[in-house]
């Protein structure tokens, strides 16, 4: 069983920046998938970003792709997702989640559910 707990949500100004971490209880996700996902109140759940368990490619939605960084730090069992430039319109709930069988991150847009989740953290960008 993996647990997942994420962190690092807040309020900030549009054009500012935070830091999510996502991390896990098992002694290592590096042979899993692990994707961010968001949910804003009354849209669909979208999945923003994903870094591959087995060969470390990143993989970004077009609404974040060159504001959003995904990273990995195996030693502390800790998948981060930097984010820049943040606008109004990234106010959400993010849910970070693991996978071994999408370990190359393909199905993480949907509809193809993740096995393990996190309980979320807020993001508000708000003036």
């Known amino acids: 069983q993996v647990q997942l707990v994420e962190s690092g949500g807040g309020l900030v100004q549009p054009g500012g920046s935070l830091k999510l971490s996502c991390a896990a209880s098992?002694?290592?996700?590096?042979?899993?998938?692990i994707a961010w996902y968001r949910q804003a109140p009354g849209k669909d759940r979208e999945g923003v970003s994903c870094?591959?368990?087995?060969?470390?490619?990143?993989y970004y939605s077009d609404s974040v792709k060159g504001r959003f960084t995904i990273s990995r730090d195996s030693a502390k069992n800790t998948v981060y997702l930097q984010m820049n430039s943040l606008k109004p319109e990234d106010t959400a709930v993010y849910y970070c989640?693991?996978?071994?069988?999408?370990?190359?991150?393909?199905?993480?847009?949907?509809?193809?559910?993740?096995?393990?989740w996190g309980q979320g953290t807020q993001v508000t960008v708000s003036s």
């Open positions: 989640a693991a996978d071994q069988l999408d370990i190359y991150c393909s199905g993480y847009a949907g509809p193809y559910e993740y096995d393990y």
């Open positions: 098992r002694s290592t996700l590096d042979n899993y998938a």
């Open positions: 870094i591959s368990g087995s060969d470390g490619n990143t």
